[in-house]
T-cell receptor
């Protein structure tokens, strides 16, 4: 069955520190891959997506993610975190043959000044 | 351009009562999706409308949930009667026709609490 695992429920970092949020997926082929962010009171906002091609994907707000087929991973990174990045982050896969997104359980990011 | 809107933002009801959630998609978006996040769990797909037709309702948990999209515009999701396990955040998303998974725009969600 298709699934997405985000092993870190809660991460705390200091402002200015680097960040990596982990995501592993289980799928028979290479799916479409996404990272979404939800800030308090806001909807889910798409940070970036991977469909094919270059395995390093650039997104909004200075985020990037790297697709590693051998590890079935799609980790999200940011070199220097800002206090406004505090939010909940969701990794998702989009199977080819449906419109339904399959999400992980989310990682809540807390940023200390 | 207005984004996806959902009403209410919060709803607290007692077990056995009925609640209706509303979603207004982005204007012109024919695809409309409902998802749900039970506390601490993943966001799960409930169903997908194309215009007023249900394209995929494989994620609907049981027959206490009824989704409608009259006229292919806004959609409602009714829970009747509500049970404790229905508590969670209900998200709506929309996308243009042919958009698929890569262009789903999400609303802020409705937090439902069943006591």
């Amino acid at each position: 069955a298709q699934s997405v695992t985000q092993p870190d429920i809660h991460i705390t970092v200091s402002e200015g520190a680097s960040l990596e949020l982990r995501c592993n997926y289980s799928y028979g082929a290479t799916p479409y891959l996404f990272w979404y962010v939800q800030s308090p009171g806001q909807g889910l906002q798409l940070l970036l997506k991977y469909f094919s091609g270059d395995t390093l994907v650039q997104g909004i707000k200075g985020f990037e993610a790297e697709f590693k087929r051998s590890q079935s991973s799609f980790n999200l990174r940011k070199p220097s975190v800002h206090w406004s990045d505090a939010a909940e982050y969701f990794c998702a896969v989009g199977p080819y043959n449906t419109d339904k997104l399959i999400f992980g359980t989310g990682t809540r990011l807390q940023v200390f000044p | 351009e207005a984004g996806v809107t959902q009403f209410p933002s919060h709803s607290v009801i007692e077990k056995g009562q009925t609640v209706t959630l509303r979603c207004d998609p982005i204007s012109g978006h024919d695809n409309l999706y409902w998802y749900r996040r039970v506390m601490g769990k993943e966001i799960k797909f409930l169903l997908h409308f194309v215009k007023e037709s249900k394209q995929d309702e494989s994620g609907m948990p049981n027959n206490r949930f009824l989704a409608e999209r009259t006229g292919g515009t806004y959609s409602t999701l009714k829970v009747q009667p509500a049970e404790l396990e229905d508590s969670g955040v209900y998200f709506c998303a929309s996308s243009p026709l042919g958009g698929g998974t890569d262009t789903q725009y999400f609303g802020p969600g409705t937090r439902l609490t069943v006591l």
